[in-house]
């Protein structure tokens, strides 16, 4: 049977319309399963304003007790010492209700090898504002999850914008590299660059000597 030009501009219309109707009706469009999706893995930015930066994998691993695996579900980051209103915060509560902020820093180690990295994160001077310091306070001091501690002139963390970094090279720093915290100590030695921190504490005494310091290294870190 010949179709007439007006019986398959009909056909057509009606096509149409059902092919709309799916269109704009949810209800009509396939159900996607989310189970079956899979995530990609992040890309490393190794690039940044023209300049070319290390890889996350050109660090050397000399932590004192292996990498540190913490559970951000159960993870608080304690300030305390001499601060009006000590607390605890979450790892969400960090990196979602502080400013964040990007900085390439350049990490030079006692071992004689350096890493240039972007890295992303808050600013202490922003955490310890939350808890009010004391007038008295000069130094701060960084516990580890792993025992580990440092400490660093209260002036210096303030003047110098230091990041307490969740992100480098534009990808959640990895459980070795100090997954949840870093410290981006700008301008000291690396054994400064504290990982995996756990606590914060606001202290009166700027003699205070951490793991490294107390086996003979420089109080200050400068370079």
């Not at 202490?124 to 939350?130: A, N, R, S």
């Not at 501690?149 to 914008?161: F, G």
């Not at 054994?191 to 003699?207: A, F, G, L, M, R």
Request: with cysteine; proline share 5%; net charge negative.
């Amino acid at each position: 049977m010949r179709m007439t030009p007006a019986g398959i501009t009909g056909i057509i219309l009606v096509l149409v319309t059902i092919l709309a109707g799916c269109v704009l009706n949810p209800e009509l469009l396939p159900e996607r399963d989310n189970e079956n999706v899979t995530a990609l893995t992040s890309v490393e930015i190794r690039e940044y304003q023209g300049e070319r930066l290390s890889s996350i994998t050109d660090f050397r691993e000399n932590s004192i007790e292996g990498p540190q695996y913490i559970n951000q579900s159960t993870y608080m980051l304690e300030i305390h010492g001499l601060v009006s209103h000590p607390h605890s915060l979450s790892y969400e509560t960090v990196i979602t209700e502080y400013p964040i902020y990007r900085k390439k820093v350049t990490l030079f180690c006692v071992e004689g090898w350096e890493v240039t990295i972007l890295w992303e994160g808050v600013r202490v001077e922003d955490l310890l504002e939350g808890a009010g310091v004391m007038p008295s306070a000069n130094t701060v001091i960084f516990h580890a999850e792993d025992g580990y501690s440092t400490s660093l002139p209260l002036d210096y963390v303030t003047d110098h914008d230091i990041l307490l970094a969740f992100s480098m090279n534009g990808v959640t720093l990895p459980a070795e590299r100090g997954y949840p915290f870093q410290l981006v100590a700008e301008d000291r030695w690396g054994y400064k660059w504290i990982k995996w921190v756990t606590e914060i504490e606001v202290s009166d005494d700027p003699t205070y000597r951490g793991y490294w310091e107390r086996r003979g290294f420089s109080l200050s870190g400068e370079l």
